[in-house]
């Protein structure tokens, strides 16, 4: 009788084991209880097509498509692992998470909150919902409830909640999660600022939402009744613009890029410039490929500014790979960005992380506070945002 051939590739948990390691050098991983839920999930089963490796790299994996637009995927577990941080999570606490995806999340949610926890996972895709369903029962977690839902209004029938994340990009806060989360509970979402996300965590108090932390993040879109405002269209060539309003500028700026440009050299940009400039409510762009040739794999993109001044519209971008502004048609654009960017060196660059936000609720009898200088303010459907840094800025 022959011997058994051995094997040398690694198992499961010695890749669940590595992951953990590399985003705990990566400086990623610093709660116990988050590492304890990591390597107690097994990621592969959340992602039953893919293969082992790729299962537990440091990668997110897409998973849904809607006519070729990505819809749903299993987020990276570096920024798993940041926002179940930020929410300190606690046993027996109550959870909800909108954005259900593999089901993956909710897993490691229902770790962290053990036996006498309740976790309750919301997604807008019943396809989606089901799968989530499937993956937590071959897991082991079958007493996650999953709801196929718009997670714009929450799940009230568990409410109220001592946690609310939500693993999809979200532009404001819904009255419904507002409502549905307890007095001094914390509510952790990845919220659009511009032209990025960044994942806040809110602590509701007093009438209000105090952000307590912030990291940089990117995740799909909310769908539904609250959806993003962000459009992508194609402008021709292979070339598509990304806004909130682009399908009023996509005429305007086929026009301007059509046009000879002019080139200021102009110190390199990085995430925190871009947020310092949306967080300023400049009219921020994206130009990057036709989503035909998108991958989930964000290929390399250019910012810039849109504006109309005195001498008509005007366009400024970040070169991809110089110092470099590239401009067209008139000034104004090329003037925000610079004046923004000389503020934004005036204070050492301050990461996102640096930076706090509170957010009123519209619907109540609170009114937000006069504004604190160097502030600045943003009015969106349900909540108004006061931004502010540890550093005086002139405005």
Known sequence: ???????????????????????????????????????????????????????YSDNAILTHEEDGVPISSASQPAIVAIMLQQLGIEPGMRVLEIGAGTGYNAALLAELTGPTGHVTTVDIGEEIAAEARAHLDAAGYGRVRVVAADGAAGWPDDAPYDRIELTVGATDVTP??????????????????????????????GGALHSESLAPCGFMRLRGAEKSGMQWISLGNGLSLGSDDAER???????????HPRRKLHFMTDPSLIHWLGLRGLRLVVLGPDAHRRSFVRPRIRYGV??????GPSLSIFAARLPMLVSFGGREAERQIVVAAEQWQATRRIPLEQWRITAWPHDTDTEP???????????????????????????
């Open 306 to 311: 849109y504006a109309e001044g005195a001498d």
């Open 369 to 395: 506070p006069p504004l604190q200088a160097g502030a600045y303010r943003q009015v969106r459907r349900h909540f108004t945002y006061d931004i502010a840094c540890d550093v005086a800025v002139e405005a």
């Open 1 to 55: 009788m022959s011997a058994p051939i051995e094997s040398n590739s690694p198992t499961p948990a010695e890749l669940r084991q590595a992951l953990v390691e590399k985003l705990r050098r990566d400086g990623v991983l610093r709660d116990e209880a988050v590492e304890r839920a990591l390597c107690a999930v097994p990621r592969h089963l959340f992602l039953p097509d893919v293969p082992l490796e790729a299962a």
């Open 176 to 205: 419904a999660w507002y409502e549905q989360l307890a007095e001094g509970g914390l509510l952790a979402l990845p919220l659009w600022l511009g032209m990025s996300d960044a994942s806040v965590a809110f602590r509701k108090r």
């Open 249 to 259: 500028l996509a005429g305007p700026i086929k026009t301007l890029l059509a046009a």
